[in-house]
């Protein structure tokens, strides 16, 4: 079945420093691909996306690259800020159905200032 | 986007009672609606897809006795936790949308004590 491997947390950065959070897939055929952000007493919503492999999803800055050759989906953004402390999650859908998803298990971010 | 209200945000009830979580879609119609839950550091686990008019489909290992899912409108879905137990403590989140994005509730933080 399918399965997402996410970085655990939680991770405390400054503000202005460089986020990586690692992300990596199994799944059968060829999923799309998903970051979702869920900010205090909100929510989840989608972050950004990717539906196929060396896309580039991008958004608020942050981004990943849909990587088939390592099964990874890694969320980066080259200087964070305080308003981006929340909870991300990484998730993928069988293609075609982005309505069903199978998450990983959230990364807590707090950037202090 | 399209908006997914969920209430409540968070309860605390005594075990043996049982407890209804709402979801309503506020500017779409929802036919289908997935319920998600969370347990401490660990993913978040689809429990049922509910279809409105029909019957929910739940998933392995989810008992369609404890956790009773009602979607009798477009815009409503229901999950009752009858008779909880502290194992049943939990994040409940819902979620509902197109094939190229879900939309979810805000999620309700339930205790049982």
């Known amino acids: 079945g399918n399965s997402v491997t996410q970085m655990e947390g939680p991770v405390t950065l400054s503000e202005e420093a460089f986020l990586t959070i690692n992300c990596t897939y199994t799944?059968?055929?060829?999923?799309?691909l998903f970051w979702y952000v869920q900010y205090p007493g909100e929510g989840l919503q989608l972050l950004l996306k990717?539906?196929?492999?060396?896309d580039k999803g991008s958004n608020k800055g942050f981004e990943a690259t849909y990587r088939k050759e390592t099964t990874s989906f890694h969320l980066e953004k080259g200087s964070v800020q305080v308003s981006d402390s929340a909870v991300y999650f990484c998730a993928l859908s069988d293609q075609g159905s982005a309505r069903q998803l199978t998450f990983g298990s959230g990364t807590q971010l707090t950037v202090l200032p | 986007g399209a908006v997914v209200s969920q209430h409540p945000s968070w309860v605390i009830c005594k075990s043996g009672t049982s407890v209804k979580i709402e979801c309503r879609s506020l500017?779409?119609?929802?036919?289908?609606m997935f319920w998600y839950r969370q347990f401490p550091k660990q993913s978040l686990m689809l429990m049922a897809t509910s279809n409105e008019g029909s019957k929910a489909t739940y998933e392995q290992g989810v008992e369609k006795d404890k956790f009773l899912i009602n979607h009798a409108s477009l815009t409503l879905s229901t999950l009752t936790v009858t008779s909880a137990h502290p194992e049943d403590s939990s994040f409940y989140i819902c979620s509902s949308g197109g094939n190229t994005e879900a939309f979810f509730g805000q999620g309700t933080r339930l205790t049982v004590v």
């Open positions: 500017d779409f119609q929802a036919t289908t």
């Open positions: 799944a059968t055929g060829y999923p799309s």
């Open positions: 990717a539906t196929k492999a060396d």
